[in-house]
């Protein structure tokens, strides 16, 4: 026993060891003799951790005595987090007091939690004491660059306390690809590929790394130059890139998934989608040591629905979606709760567009009042069909239900900034300049009561009360750009705002002003005699009231009777002024009491029309014979037929 506990004390004492499998040996050597040897166990679990066993090691301090978990914290906490057990490896780390390791444990679980905001605070306190490992102070940074980028990704960039690229960030491939990671969270995608470019050169360019390695390192790089390029609209060079990937030489089941998901978003057609379908659906099973963050699941979940959707598998969606809705009740603004709702909408319109699509929707709203992603896109499928009116109805029934709700939450959807530029957007199409100042209005006197008001928002709306004549919205306007300028007194639109805001009333404004560029300045470079010259253009909505207040003269002005145009008389080339024209001019010709029919037939027509007609002897005219004084007519012609017949007969 003695022997092995010094060939263990002699490999410990080594100023460095390499060579971990000896200290495993030693430890199991020593650990023979004595099964709770603990100095024995511990080395025994350093030596584990070091050749990458997380689970060995783990079992030997759950199994182990309470002395050795209280002498191997750190190994502990740092077997946990690699095994996936996240909160249960920062709850240790955070207990370890004055050790810098744990701190490093501690943020890095908070950063696989997705705890972005407490991590970066961490590893601004590590960056800022002394590093006395070697290479410390690198990985710190490193780590650091990667959480800012999360922050970015995750909406919470005012944390950030860098968000330009500094000459630092170019040294390292890692820095760079972080850098470029935050620049595309910002939506600065040109600077993001300019920095993806230069982490890929340092990588190739490094003599740290062997070639296996540089090969692996350069794969998410060239994953993550394919979304940009995507996002840019360079398709031609994206499916270039798309063709040199090849997923499956990833390690990493995660970044494995997401090159996947890229190099099919690459595809400028997808003709068959059964087969991206199958290629993402049969991915590999990510572990939970290695599970993606939120917004990257988010969006491959996403696109697999899309996918389905493509495939006309919609009972399968509304299913998976129903269930995810159910879990997550509305209203609320998370993005993917709200792209699930349009993707559920879509498959009981089976993907119809139009009146047809806005039919099967429009039962579904009613039973989902407060469904913001729901309202949405039945409102777009409205302003498609160039139905503004209906628009605006749904989105105002939408605003009421959640003006009539009393939660807190319920309240932060109803004036949320997007929600609230939608309804100025469709008013604007309306032209109604009075609805939208009240939105605005109401959305500002909100928000000013809250720790975190969206600046962009009370910008929107202190701009829009400024044109207003109201003393009311004037006042709103102040109270804006008070609370603008003393969030951040280095803004200088705040500082104009201000300014305008209180022109007219007996406040300092001093201070803003100095803010503010001279007004010599501005117009330096201003030719008066020119302006002069060239005259005073009539403003447009001058122009526009002038348009319309002639409009109005006009509709205001009783209408003249139009001109009636004579025409030339067109007189007979025998016209005769002494004559008396014939009265009877004007009635067809078998009308006039001069018309007498020819022929022998027309006589008798004639006689037959004149029945009951006065002779000059004043005895009504006799038209046929009979008894009793019967008037028959005679079928006209009758026995003229019969002599003809004989006649003919005796030709024969």
């Known amino acids: 026993m003695a022997g092995a506990t010094r060939s263990l004390n002699t490999l410990l004492q080594?100023?460095?060891?390499?060579?971990?499998?000896?200290?495993?040996?030693?430890?199991?050597?020593?650990?023979?003799?004595?099964?709770?040897?603990?100095?024995?166990l511990h080395a025994k679990v350093v030596a584990l951790l070091k050749l990458d066993k997380y689970e060995d090691a783990l079992q030997i301090l759950e199994d182990g005595e309470d002395i050795l978990r209280d002498e191997a914290q750190l190994e502990r906490s740092y077997a946990l987090y690699k095994t996936g057990q996240l909160d249960e490896a920062r709850k240790i780390a955070a207990d370890i007091d004055d050790d810098r390791g744990s701190r490093h444990v501690e943020a890095q679980a908070l950063y696989r939690l997705e705890d972005f905001q407490h991590s970066a605070s961490l590893y601004r306190q590590l960056a800022q004491t002394h590093a006395p490992i070697d290479n410390e102070e690198n990985d710190v940074r490193i780590n650091g660059g990667a959480t800012d980028a999360q922050l970015e990704w995750s909406r919470q960039g005012h944390l950030v306390q860098k968000r330009k690229p500094g000459r630092e960030d170019l040294e390292a491939f890692e820095l760079a690809y972080n850098a470029a990671c935050a620049s595309i969270a910002r939506g600065e995608l040109a600077q993001g590929e300019v920095l993806l470019r230069r982490s890929q050169d340092l990588c190739n360019a490094s003599d740290d790394l062997t070639e296996a390695e540089k090969v692996a390192e350069l794969l998410p790089i060239r994953v993550q130059q394919l979304y940009v390029l995507i996002r840019l609209g360079k398709t031609d060079e994206a499916g270039k890139l798309a063709s040199q990937i090849t997923p499956h030489e990833i390690p990493d089941a995660s970044t494995q998934q997401v090159a996947e998901n890229n190099r099919i978003?690459?595809?400028?057609?997808?003709?068959?989608?059964?087969?991206?379908?199958?290629?993402?659906?049969?991915?590999?099973?990510?572990?939970?040591?290695?599970?993606?963050?939120?917004?990257q699941s988010d969006r491959l979940e996403e696109n697999k629905m899309v996918l389905d959707l493509l495939i006309s598998k919609y009972g399968g969606v509304i299913t998976s979606t129903t269930k995810t809705l159910a879990e997550k009740p509305s209203p609320t603004i998370s993005s993917h709760v709200n792209s699930v709702s349009v993707f559920n909408a879509a498959a009981h319109a089976q993907c119809h567009l139009g009146k047809i699509g806005i039919k099967h929707m429009l039962p579904l709203l009613e039973k989902r009042p407060l469904d913001v992603g729901l309202a949405m896109v039945v409102i777009q499928l409205y302003i498609l069909t160039n139905n503004h009116g209906s628009a605006v109805t749904v989105l105002e029934s939408l605003l009421k239900h959640l003006e009539a709700s009393a939660t807190s939450n319920d309240q932060d959807v109803r004036f949320a900034p997007g929600l609230v530029a939608t309804t100025v957007s469709l008013y604007t199409l309306q032209g109604r300049k009075k609805q939208i100042r009240t939105e605005l209005a109401r959305a500002a006197t909100y928000w000013r009561h809250k720790s975190k008001p969206p600046k962009s928002l009370l910008r929107a709306a202190g701009l829009a009360l400024l044109e207003s004549s109201k003393p009311d919205d004037q006042t709103t306007a102040r109270e804006i750009y008070s609370t603008l300028d003393r969030e951040d007194p280095s803004s200088k639109l705040a500082a104009a705002g201000f300014v305008a805001a209180h022109a007219f009333s007996t406040i300092s404004i001093?201070?803003?002003?100095?803010?503010?560029?001279?007004?010599?300045?501005?117009?330096?470079?201003?030719?008066?005699?020119?302006?002069?010259?060239?005259?005073?253009?009539?403003?447009?909505?001058?122009?526009?009231?002038?348009?319309?207040?002639?409009?109005?003269?006009?509709?205001d002005e009783k209408p003249k009777p139009a001109k009636k145009r004579l025409r030339k008389s067109?007189?007979?080339k025998d016209y005769d002024p002494n004559i008396t024209p014939d009265p009877e001019r004007w009635l067809p010709l078998r009308e006039r009491s001069s018309y007498r029919p020819k022929g022998k037939k027309g006589r008798q027509k004639a006689a037959a029309l004149t029945q009951g007609g006065v002779e000059k002897g004043g005895e009504p005219a006799a038209t046929g014979s009979g008894k009793g004084g019967e008037g028959v007519i005679k079928a006209a012609g009758g026995g003229g037929g019969a002599k003809a017949k004989s006649k003919k007969k005796s030709k024969k």
């Open 570 to 572: 067109r007189l007979p």
């Open 510 to 555: 001093d201070e803003q002003a100095n803010k503010l560029t001279p007004t010599s300045r501005l117009i330096a470079d201003i030719d008066v005699s020119a302006l002069e010259e060239a005259g005073v253009l009539q403003p447009k909505i001058e122009a526009e009231a002038a348009e319309a207040a002639t409009r109005k003269r006009a509709l």
């Open 14 to 40: 080594k100023a460095s060891v390499e060579d971990h499998e000896e200290i495993l040996r030693a430890s199991d050597a020593s650990l023979k003799q004595s099964k709770k040897d603990t100095k024995s």
């Open 265 to 295: 978003a690459a595809s400028p057609r997808i003709e068959n989608p059964y087969l991206p379908h199958r290629v993402l659906h049969d991915a590999t099973p990510i572990p939970k040591t290695d599970r993606l963050f939120t917004i």
